[in-house]
T-cell receptor, first 111, second 114 residues
Framework: QKEVEQNSGPLSVPEGAIASLNCTYS??????FFWYRQYSGKSPELIMF????GDKEDGRFTAQLNKASQYVSLLIRDSQPSDSATYLC???????????FGTGTRLKVLA | GAVVSQHPSWVICKSGTSVKIECRSL??????MFWYRQFPKQSLMLMAT?????????EQGVEKDKFLINHASLTLSTLTVTSAHPEDSSFYIC??????????FGPGTRLTVL
């Protein structure tokens, strides 16, 4: 089992819809969870992070964390074509001080 | 805030030469810097973690004698790819952390070895 798993996609949604991106992780001791956006040929850009169970909202983005299920998700409301990118989930291990990245989900927002 | 720069943004070199990539945190002090490599259509692969003033910690399978990392100050880390070969061609990305758990990525360096 991979440490951080994401569906590679592509996930296609129409413009204006809600895009839902999911991520599961294997290390129950993980405490910090990050979502990055990566455009083709560019480096990752931090969207948001979450530490506590529940929802965290920032503009059109909402991160959801369920530690019991080892599951973290990112919702993008009112999706725009400019949101089309690969979204990387990362989990921070305080024990090793490392970030473990998923392979990313490619999102396509159709105009 | 939290800006990380990398230089150069791209480099083409001949096989057998060495290439140095710089990573700088511009507006914060980075206690830890990370070096990643990303091949096309693949995710980030952590190569090494470096802390200012100490030796870098390399991931399994990464040759420390080939990928030399120096973290001389709290704002600068360098990665030198020694005796580069075509299979070293990749997108090299650094990130820096001011402490705590956030990390901020540089724009990356695309290395092509002919």
């Amino acid at each position: 089992q991979k440490e951080v798993e994401q569906n590679s996609g592509p996930l296609s949604v129409p413009e204006g819809a809600i895009a839902s991106l999911n991520c599961t992780y294997s290390d129950r001791g993980s405490q910090s969870f990050f979502w990055y956006r990566q455009y083709s040929g560019k480096s990752p850009e931090l969207i948001m992070f979450i530490y506590s169970n529940g929802d965290k909202e920032d503009g059109r983005f909402t991160a959801q964390l369920n530690k019991a299920s080892q599951y973290v998700s990112l919702l993008i409301r009112d999706s725009q074509p400019s949101d089309s990118a690969t979204y990387l989930c990362a989990v921070f291990s305080s024990g090793t001080y490392k970030y473990i990245f998923g392979t990313g989900t490619r999102l396509k927002v159709l105009a | 805030g939290a800006v990380v720069s990398q230089h150069p943004s791209w480099v083409i070199c001949k096989s057998g030469t060495s290439v140095k990539i710089e990573c700088r945190s511009l507006d914060f002090q980075a206690t830890t810097m990370f070096w990643y490599r990303q091949f096309p259509k693949q995710s980030l692969m952590l190569m090494a973690t470096s802390n200012e003033g100490s030796k870098a910690t390399y991931e399994q399978g990464v040759e420390k004698d080939k990928f030399l990392i120096n973290h001389a100050s709290l704002t600068l880390s360098t990665l030198t790819v020694t005796s580069a070969h075509p299979e070293d061609s990749s997108f090299y990305i650094c990130s820096a952390s001011p402490g705590g758990e956030a990390q901020y990525f540089g724009p990356g360096t695309r290395l092509t070895v002919l």
